[in-house]
Nanobody, 116 residues
Framework: QVVESGGGLVQPGGSLRLSCKFSGMILSVFTGSTMDWYRQAPGRQRELVASIGSGRRTNYLDSVKGRFTISLDNVKRTMYLQMNSLEPEDTAVYYC?????????WGQGMQVTVSS
């Protein structure tokens, strides 16, 4: 089971931290997975925002570099996306995903709205 939390409404310049808990996932699968955050804005294709590979190297969409940080807590089996200096253009439904051995485990998606 994959459970996302932390979305909501925030003013421009504000911060949010998204969480994605992979309940029941064994440690070796969690640490061996590629972990991604995606987002999809209305009328646009889903895009990859941030990722951590199995070697724990991070990558970010250019527009979020320096503002967003992806991280993991192996003990809690949880992935995070710290989002700072949020902009209206960050408004979207955000999804988490773990990829392991040709299997993908997706979160249900949560709305992030940046508006004054």
């Amino acid at each position: 089971q994959v459970v996302e939390s932390g979305g909501g409404l925030v003013q421009p310049g504000g911060s949010l931290r998204l969480s994605c808990k992979f309940s029941g996932m064994i440690l070796s699968v969690f640490t061996g997975s590629t972990m991604d955050w995606y987002r999809q804005a209305p009328g646009r294709q889903r895009e990859l925002v941030a990722s951590i590979g199995s070697g724990r190297r991070t990558n970010y969409l250019d527009s979020v570099k320096g503002r967003f940080t992806i991280s993991l807590d192996n003990v809690k089996r949880t992935m995070y996306l710290q989002m700072n200096s949020l902009e209206p253009e960050d408004t979207a439904v955000y999804y988490c995903k773990a990829g392991y051995d040709r299997m993908d485990y997706w979160g249900q998606g949560m709305q992030v709205t940046v508006s004054s």
